[in-house]
């Protein structure tokens, strides 16, 4: 369902962001982002070239990462096609500093040490996010499928990580019932009978 009636209003800039997971015949897994920003109307650059149409990107970047099912980073290439300035895509050869890290709990800080401020680009490491949560979907069933009659020694990654995983709900209380923290069924529960 869309969201509500806006009141008049015009379109002035567009950011489209696409993620695509891929499995490869050799047991990886390659995962790619593309960023594109366009505006509606002709806008100077900031580096002094021809002006940009509408719809021209102001920014056009590219990020692959190749993950195994553990979620390590086996190779990473960024690309930038268009930026702000003629220079923007100098800093992409960085992105390989993310060789040998794990998409999961710490993340994040892990993205910042290597890629923060000025050792990246801030367009380039948003898109991050969103890639490595692409990750995880992609890789969902082929992880499942890996660990498949190996008893879950550890809370899985989800778990109260959203409103429907909290470890006190009936999601979590049918998906992993060892790690549910709610009420117990009682006897007259259908689901138990």
């Known amino acids: 369902m869309p969201l509500s009636p806006s009141k008049p209003r015009k ?63 086996h190779d990473a290439e960024a690309r930038t096609d268009d930026g702000p300035y003629p220079t923007c895509g100098d800093i992409t050869p960085n992105f390989k500093r993310l060789i040998g890290v794990k998409i999961g709990p710490g993340w994040r800080l892990e993205v910042g040490q290597r890629l923060g401020r000025t050792q990246g680009c801030t367009h380039l490491v948003e898109l991050l996010w969103p890639l490595a949560t692409t990750a995880f979907q992609a890789t969902g069933r082929a992880r499942e499928a890996k660990n498949a009659g190996q008893p879950l020694t550890k809370p899985p990654y989800q778990l109260n990580s959203c409103h429907i995983y909290k470890d006190d709900s009936e999601w979590t209380r049918m998906r992993w019932p060892q790690f549910y923290t709610g009420a117990k069924k009682s006897v007259n529960d259908p689901e138990t009978t």
């Not at 366009?38 to 970047?61: E, I």
């Open 11 to 73: 379109p002035i800039h567009t950011r489209d962001i696409q993620c695509i997971g891929y499995e490869r015949d050799d047991g990886l897994w390659d995962i790619e982002a593309h960023l594109k920003d366009t505006k509606t109307y002709v806008h100077t650059r900031r580096s002094g070239d021809p002006p940009r149409q509408p719809g021209q990107p102001v920014h056009d970047m590219w990020i692959r990462l190749t993950i195994d099912l553990d979620m390590v980073i």
